[in-house]
């Protein structure tokens, strides 16, 4: 599966009021590896940046003046999401943006594209409720390295969020082991990569009689605290418990 981590810097908060994009950051996974095929834009937005705004990523209208418009560099943008899976955190903010840039040229809005978008908040929420879920939250629990982060930049945040998304969804694929003996998962069964087990006998435990009789018991206890409710395991005697 390819999938595009993907970050935006904007002008302000707001794209129906006139806020730009000025900055985009792509990097590209490829079977839950980083490829190093990613993109990173800056982009003159033709207007200043909110103060606020300029305070979270630093970059200046004087450093943006030369740089491409969006039209420069929307079919090279298009060319490389074609076919992805988007994930961004808060998508709901950078989708807006980037289909007011669409709009502005005459373009389809993302949801019309042959990409898929996957909201990585809305899985950290899910998988962490009640908890901070920012990029930087998320960095410290799942101990991805965020030292360099003093301002928010689009490829910097697109990278720190591809090691996030990659450790929050560890759990849900395959274990393999590729040629330098690094462990990581991937997804799918046909990958040339994964372990073959189906040579390996396991073997089989088979519980002593003390070790079912201290089941039993601990069985019993459970029932008589619950009130009678053990539905599972409950047998006369250890000989019994299978």
């Known amino acids: 599966m390819r999938q595009i981590v993907l970050d935006t810097e904007t002008t302000g908060l707001n794209p129906q009021t006139g806020d730009r994009i000025l900055e985009i950051g792509c990097v590209e996974v490829l079977n839950r590896r980083l490829t190093g095929n990613d993109r990173h834009y800056y982009i003159n937005p033709e207007r200043e940046s909110h103060e606020d705004a300029l305070k979270v990523h630093g970059i200046t209208s004087e450093f943006l003046k030369d740089k491409p418009l969006f039209k420069d560099i929307v079919n090279d943008l298009l060319e490389y999401l074609q076919g992805s899976e988007l994930i961004i955190h808060n998508a709901a903010f950078d989708v807006a943006f980037m289909n007011k840039e669409f709009e502005l040229l005459g373009l389809p809005p993302i949801e019309k594209l042959d990409v898929r978008v996957t909201d ?78 189906s040579a390996i006998t396991f073997p089989v435990i088979i519980a002593t009689p003390e070790e079912l009789q201290a089941h039993q018991k601990v069985l019993e206890e459970i029932d008589k605290e619950s009130g009678g409710k053990v539905q599972w395991g409950l047998a006369s005697s250890p000989s019994t418990v299978s």
């Open 120 to 197: 990585s908040l809305a899985m950290a929420r899910e998988l962490f409720p009640g908890k901070r879920n920012s990029l930087d939250a998320l960095c410290d629990r799942l101990g991805v390295d965020n030292s360099n982060r003093t301002l928010h930049g689009a490829l910097l945040d697109a990278q720190l969020l591809a090691d996030v998304y990659i450790n929050m969804t560890r759990g849900q694929h395959a274990l393999v082991i590729d040629d330098s003996g690094d462990y990581s998962g991937t997804a799918g069964h046909n990958n040339p990569n994964a372990a073959d087990l």
